[in-house]
């Protein structure tokens, strides 16, 4: 069984730029949620997608959006590149069944902003 | 919005020794505590979890405490060996790891000495 795929999987940019990351869940996980990693804030959650909505956003600024497909597989997109924006953004994907909804991350995107 | 705290950032003991990572939350309505292992360069895995029904769990080696009167939870790793080496993460969220995602604490680099 394939896992959580992210690509691409590292990445630069420059300021003012904007950037595109994809996503594809677990086969059959309805619910991707995305995850900024830095080593000064750890890991935030930015926001999660279940069929295809948007259910909630972490607090992060509006140039981060993202979007989920009919087949679940999602994107996330930051626009207006910073350099603060230099982080590892890693996916999610669960089965979203009732109790405990065990979250299985993908390998991360690593975006450079120079 | 959730918070959670983590502590120590570092810790350092010698293999077979037990060690203990502990964290705590403000918000009462969390439900599912994980607790995920991430090694240099690698994604997060989990490692354990537990839901708010349960006081304790097991799993070989590893075992996880939860208080909910204190708010507070703990991981617990016993006769530990080199490759415990890695970076551990608590977290929690309301809604089961669900549309809120995880709250993640700031991690604890766990160093096993030979």
């Known amino acids: 069984k394939a896992g959580v795929t992210q690509t691409p999987r590292y990445l630069i940019k420059t300021r003012g730029q904007q950037v595109t990351l994809s996503c594809s869940p677990i086969?059959?996980?309805?619910?991707v949620s995305w995850y900024q990693q830095t080593p000064g804030q750890g890991l935030q959650f930015l926001f999660e997608?279940?069929?295809?909505?948007?259910?909630n956003k972490g607090n992060f600024p509006g140039r981060f959006s993202g979007r989920q497909f009919s087949n679940s597989r999602s994107e996330m997109n930051v626009s207006t590149l910073e350099l603060g924006d230099s982080a590892l953004y890693l996916c999610?994907?669960?089965?979203?069944?009732?109790?405990?909804?065990?979250?299985?991350f993908g390998a991360g995107s690593r975006l450079t902003v120079l | 919005g959730e918070n959670v705290e983590q502590h120590p950032s570092t810790l350092s003991v010698q293999e077979g020794d037990s060690a203990v990572i502990k964290c705590t939350y403000s918000?009462?309505?969390?439900?599912?505590f994980p607790w995920y292992k991430q090694e240099l360069g690698k994604r997060p895995q989990l490692i354990i979890d537990?839901?708010?029904?349960?006081g304790e769990k097991k799993d070989q080696r590893i075992a996880v405490t939860l208080n909910k009167t204190a708010k507070h939870f703990s991981l617990h790793i016993t006769e530990t060996q080199p490759e415990d080496s890695a970076v551990y993460f608590c977290?929690?969220?309301?809604?089961?790891?669900?549309?809120?995602?995880?709250?993640f604490g700031k991690g604890t680099h766990l160093i096993i000495q030979p």
């Open positions: 977290a929690a969220s309301i809604t089961g790891g669900g549309a809120d995602g995880l709250t």
């Open positions: 086969s059959g996980h309805r619910s």
């Open positions: 997608y279940f069929s295809e909505t948007q259910r």
């Open positions: 999610a994907s669960s089965l979203y069944s009732s109790g405990a909804n065990v979250l299985t």
């Open positions: 918000d009462s309505a969390s439900n599912y």
């Open positions: 537990i839901r708010s029904n349960v």
